[in-house]
């Protein structure tokens, strides 16, 4: 099966270092060894692999080396760049991780000018779609809001296999990479912090609030929720507003990358597979074509909200907000109709009759349709 990014990597791989992260097991290393069948891998993980790594006794003969993991190894980053500036290219580098490798490549010696980077999401229904004839329906939308879109459940396709996956995957986060990454001994506290999310999708979140329940400070809630990003656990979503530095005053919503994690009613789930949806198409136009992207959502001085708002190049491009079965257009879309004119409009509803247009723009759509193109444009 055939990943959305390599195309694109493999076109990059012949003048660039490629680093490619993203969650833990969203299918990295699989898609690197599809690239090319000449490859070359190494784990930094692996005692045997380590000790290649560091005498750098890879087949050269290869097309493609992959390293990865790469980023646990002290000063990474100015070894790679020993190996590309003295060797070059071919064979290509690609270099992987479940970690975000641009936190770390701010820090220490830059790879600046020898790099693309690709942050790979689990499936979603676009990708779905392309798979087969069938494929992208309401059905492939049901799997991917009981057991997310990773690709071991999601192909596996039952919650009894999917409720054993999640325990051992976020195990793996907190027990593993956690403690390889950052000097955090709190684990039983970062669980509870997640499960505090998991029941807040879809609501801004107060700092204060988790600080209190977790018996610790804002800045100690905060610095968790950096490092819960930065392992691909969670994602934020801030209010949009024209003056950033207001915006970022602002209480922000959490989103998981994993859509099963969310608890409540289908509609959050929902919600945060289509905030999935549409971070994923973000970060493609961004990696792949250099366009600037952002994902916001909407929120007045009179309370009044929007799910989700596209903003491309500074300007707000859409306005989207998530139904479960409302077929009437929400009236917040008025609120913010004035303010944010010629932007579009459209409602995504799981269970929809018929689809509708109104005269002041706004569309109602079915979910699965619309998340099988995602149309940003």
């Known amino acids: 099966m055939k990943r959305y990014l390599i195309q694109d990597i493999k076109n990059d791989l012949k003048q660039k270092i490629v680093l490619l992260t993203g969650a833990r097991q969203s299918g990295k290393a699989t898609l690197s060894r599809m690239i090319s069948e000449s490859y070359d891998y190494f784990n930094y993980d692996s005692m045997d692999h380590r000790y290649g790594i560091h005498e750098k006794s890879w087949d050269r003969t290869r097309e493609i080396i992959i390293f990865d993991e790469l980023h646990k190894m002290k000063s990474w980053k100015s070894w790679l760049k020993g190996v590309y500036d003295t060797e070059g290219i071919p064979p290509a580098i690609l270099v992987t991780g479940s970690a975000r490798l641009d936190m770390y490549l701010k820090m220490g010696d830059s790879l600046a000018g ?6 790979l999401h689990p499936f979603d229904l676009k990708e779905i779609s392309q798979m087969g004839d069938t494929a992208g329906s309401e059905k492939d939308l049901d799997v ?6 990773f690709p071991e459940p999601f192909l596996a396709g039952t919650t009894r296999f999917y409720n054993r996956w999640k325990k051992s995957h976020l195990d793996i986060i907190l027990r593993q990479d956690l403690l390889d990454l950052e000097n955090v001994r709190q684990i039983t506290q970062m669980e509870l912090l997640i499960e505090l999310l998991r029941n807040r999708v879809g609501s801004p979140v107060s700092y204060s609030s988790l600080s209190r329940d977790l018996q610790c400070s804002d800045k100690t809630v905060k610095r968790w929720l950096a490092i819960l990003e930065n392992l691909y656990v969670i994602f934020k979503v801030t209010p949009y507003h024209r003056n950033i530095a207001r915006a970022l005053q602002k209480a922000p919503k959490y989103y998981f990358y994993d859509t099963g994690q969310v608890t409540g009613n289908p509609g959050l789930r929902l919600e945060n597979t289509v905030a999935c949806a549409l971070l994923k198409e973000i970060h493609y136009r961004e990696d792949a074509l250099g366009e600037n992207w952002k ?3 909407l929120k007045n001085k009179e309370g009044r909200e929007l799910d989700f708002c596209i903003v491309s190049e500074g300007k707000p491009r859409w306005m989207i907000e998530v139904k479960w079965k409302e077929d009437s257009p929400s009236p917040n879309f008025d609120a913010f109709r004035s ?3 010629d932007v579009n409009m459209i409602q995504l509803v799981r269970e929809l009759k018929r689809e509708k ?5 706004v569309e109602i759509r079915p979910a699965h349709k619309w998340l099988c193109s995602v149309p940003l444009v």
């Open 295 to 297: 994902l916001h959502f």
């Open 144 to 149: 991917l809001l009981e057991c997310g879109g």
């Open 339 to 341: 303010d944010l004119p």
């Open 357 to 361: 247009t109104y005269p002041n723009g």
């Open 114 to 119: 020898r790099f693309f980077q690709f942050r």
